[in-house]
């Protein structure tokens, strides 16, 4: 399916930004919608939602204008705790928003059919987090 849903796209990016979506929601709509991955950049406050085949590609601003600079450093402790408070404790993606640049991540590249998020870091960082329920499959 190379055609994606811009208007489920969009109003699933405004839920999110709001905090009114859980992100096990995020990606079956996303899914839905015909996207199979999506980039967050921090740097440039902008969601790209890629198609699952073809070039189609969907791009919308992070308008929040109150974010921390990205930190130099990359913290993987820090991400992994704002991590877990999102997925245990319901943290709003804000707030998450806020501690990964903290933690000095510039921007993830969310895989909803690899099932992972990778976020990266400005030294080349590289911390992979699988959905909750999803693991590492063994590869030859």
């Known amino acids: 399916m190379a055609h994606m849903d811009t208007s489920l796209i ?10 009114t979506i859980s992100f096990p929601d995020v990606v079956g709509t996303l899914q839905q919608a015909g996207v199979e991955y999506y980039h967050v950049d921090y740097v440039a406050l902008r ?4 198609a699952d085949a073809g070039h189609a590609v969907v ?42 640049m903290a933690a000095g991540v510039h921007g993830y590249y969310a895989h909803l059919r690899g099932k992972r ?3 990266l870091g400005r030294q080349g960082d590289l911390h992979i987090e699988w959905f909750p ?6 590869r030859l």
Do not use: E, K, M, N
């Open 10 to 19: 969009q109003a699933t990016a405004l839920r999110t930004l709001a905090g």
């Open 47 to 50: 969601q790209t939602f890629y």
């Open 59 to 100: 791009a919308l601003p992070i308008p929040w204008a109150d974010l921390p600079a990205v930190a130099a450093d990359f913290d993987a402790a820090g991400l992994q705790a704002a991590i877990r408070d999102s997925q245990q404790h319901g943290q709003s993606y804000r707030d998450f928003t806020r501690r990964a």
């Open 117 to 119: 998020v990778l976020y």
């Open 133 to 138: 329920g999803a693991a590492p499959t063994a």
